[in-house]
């Protein structure tokens, strides 16, 4: 716990020295939601049917998906981002050095990046109530249950998007690909029920989709557990298959690194 504390307490020090660039990223939230909020006054009737399941109101559901879409940035990027700035400032073969496990060090390197996009999370949903009359009728326990399953599906593609960093350096294709199809296919803007029926199948293959489904139903509707059921198995499944998964890659990955002699080559 102690390794983790200074894990986090490095990088709380690294972005608080950068105020002005600290306050901006708050100030994009408030910019983003009022670019939704007027695009959302031109959402017509027509929308009505694809949004019935989540309330029918487009702000209320494109709110959700700009919220909660962070901590997909952040399970994508955060491990591949911290592993490259190690790299390039000499410290990941320090660290790799210690007695320090390797899954502290990987899992460790990213609690910041999880602390700010919730509070990020937390200042959108206040927002949305005060300012723009978002509905939370929300199912809480259920919520927070998605929210920590979809954490850990997340944090293994990322884990495993920083195993081609350790190998390749650069050119990681994990990243590319789940942030291109993340946007497209898990209705991050859109219902995934306006897209063709081959792009509907495709999209039930990440983890996106159903957290944000499962998420919205649950904050904007209160859908129960047992209506939530189907999306909560889904994402169970990804968490027991990509975890371990990922875990093993990347200790093959580092192993590869040390055996090439480019562990700490950038």
């Known amino acids: 716990m102690t390794r983790v504390i200074a894990f986090l307490r490095r990088d709380l020090l ?3 020295s950068y105020r002005f660039a600290f306050v901006l990223q708050f100030a994009g939230v408030f910019f ?4 939704f ?3 959302s006054t031109m ?5 009505a049917p694809y949004l019935e399941p989540y309330g029918g109101d487009y702000f209320s559901f494109v709110l959700i998906g700009l919220a909660f879409s962070g901590y997909f940035g952040v399970g994508l990027n955060s491990f591949s981002g911290n592993l490259r700035e190690a790299q390039t400032t000499g410290t990941l073969e320090a660290m790799l050095m210690t007695p320090t496990s390797l899954r502290t060090i990987i899992l460790s390197s990213s609690l910041y990046d999880y602390g700010f996009v919730t509070l990020q999370v937390f200042v959108y949903l206040f927002l949305g109530v005060l300012l723009f009359d978002v509905q939370l009728t929300g199912n809480i326990p259920a919520a927070l249950l998605i929210l920590v399953l979809t954490i850990i599906s997340m944090t293994a593609i990322g884990i495993v998007a920083a195993s081609f960093i350790m190998v390749l350096k650069r050119g990681d294709p994990v ?3 789940f942030n291109s199809i993340g946007l497209l296919l898990g209705g991050v803007y859109y219902p995934v029920r306006v897209m ?23 904050l904007l509707t209160g859908a129960t557990f047992q209506e939530l059921l189907p ?5 169970v499944v990804f968490c027991v298959v990509l975890a371990p998964l990922s875990l093993f890659i990347f200790r093959q990955a580092v192993y590869r690194a040390k055996v090439d002699g480019s562990l700490a080559h950038f």
């Open 37 to 39: 909020y007027f695009l």
């Open 231 to 235: 999306d909560i198995i889904a994402l």
């Open 196 to 218: 063709p029926d081959w792009l509907q199948t495709l999209s039930r293959l990440i983890p996106v989709t159903y957290a944000l489904d499962a998420m919205r139903r649950a």
């Open 32 to 35: 983003n939601m009022l670019v």
């Open 14 to 16: 690294l972005q608080t």
């Open 175 to 177: 990243t590319w690909l």
């Open 43 to 47: 959402v017509g009737a027509g929308a």
